[in-house]
């Protein structure tokens, strides 16, 4: 069956624009994660999502970033008026109930200049 | 907050040899440990896992066990191959405590097999 897919694969932006990054994640799971993966920092939790509430926003790093979901399925994740240290790879995963192994997505490498 | 430290790489062996990656882990909780893997051009993807203590994860003939005592979760594997070269990433969850599944990574580990 078909994963968790994400677009765009790429994104390069200039300092100071929005961008929204996409997750489809695999049909009928209801818990979905957000993930950064950049150089300095590693890869780390942004935030969580159990149907359309986000339960746990811990990692969200600023104000500039935000996610919704919407009918339980797909998830958007907005950066605001992006900085260079916004570069990294944003990773989305989903699981069948919270407690259930996380399949990842592909990845949106976002390269701010 | 939980931290999970890996053994830093990269790693280079050549094929058929025995593989130890380290990982160690820090938490307030009881959490369940986990080793992905990423394979080059490949997304994140499951290994194995452990949940509670002296549990032994394994598949693909990668094997880890949860070490209470020692804080540990080091990956073995007998006989590595080329086809095993990827970035290793220890991570930990603690449902109890987050009230989720949000995984705690170490750096990633990186793993050629020479042939």
């Known amino acids: 069956g078909a994963g968790v897919s994400q677009s765009p694969s790429n994104k390069v932006t200039e300092k100071g624009k929005d961008v929204e990054l996409r997750c489809d994640p695999i049909?009928?799971?209801?818990?979905l994660y957000w993930y950064r993966q950049s150089l300095g920092q590693g890869l780390e939790f942004l935030i969580y999502?159990?149907?359309?509430?986000?339960?746990?926003k811990s990692g969200l790093p600023s104000d500039r970033f935000s996610a919704e979901r919407t009918g339980g399925s797909v998830s958007t994740l907005t950066i605001q008026r992006t900085q260079q240290e916004d570069s990294a790879v944003y990773l989305c995963?989903?699981?069948?109930?919270?407690?259930?192994?996380?399949?990842f997505g592909p990845g949106t490498r976002l390269l701010v200049l | 907050g939980d931290s999970v430290t890996q053994m830093e790489g990269p790693v280079t062996l050549s094929e058929e040899a025995f593989l130890t990656i380290n990982c160690t882990y820090t938490?307030?909780?009881?959490?369940?440990l986990f080793w992905y893997v990423q394979y080059p051009g490949e997304g994140l993807q499951l290994l194995l896992k452990?949940?509670?203590?002296?549990d032994k994860g394994s598949n693909k003939g990668f094997e880890a066990t949860y070490r209470k005592e020692t804080t540990s979760f080091h990956l073995e594997k007998g006989s590595v191959q080329v086809s095993d070269s990827a970035v290793y990433f220890c991570?930990?969850?603690?449902?109890?405590?987050?009230?989720?599944?949000?995984?705690?990574f170490g750096t990633g580990t990186r793993l050629t097999i020479i042939p």
């Open positions: 452990a949940t509670k203590a002296d």
């Open positions: 999502f159990q149907g359309n509430s986000a339960p746990d």
């Open positions: 049909s009928g799971h209801t818990a």
């Open positions: 991570a930990l969850s603690d449902r109890r405590l987050y009230g989720n599944e949000k995984l705690t």
């Open positions: 995963a989903s699981s069948l109930r919270t407690e259930e192994t996380q399949y």
């Open positions: 938490a307030t909780g009881y959490p369940s």
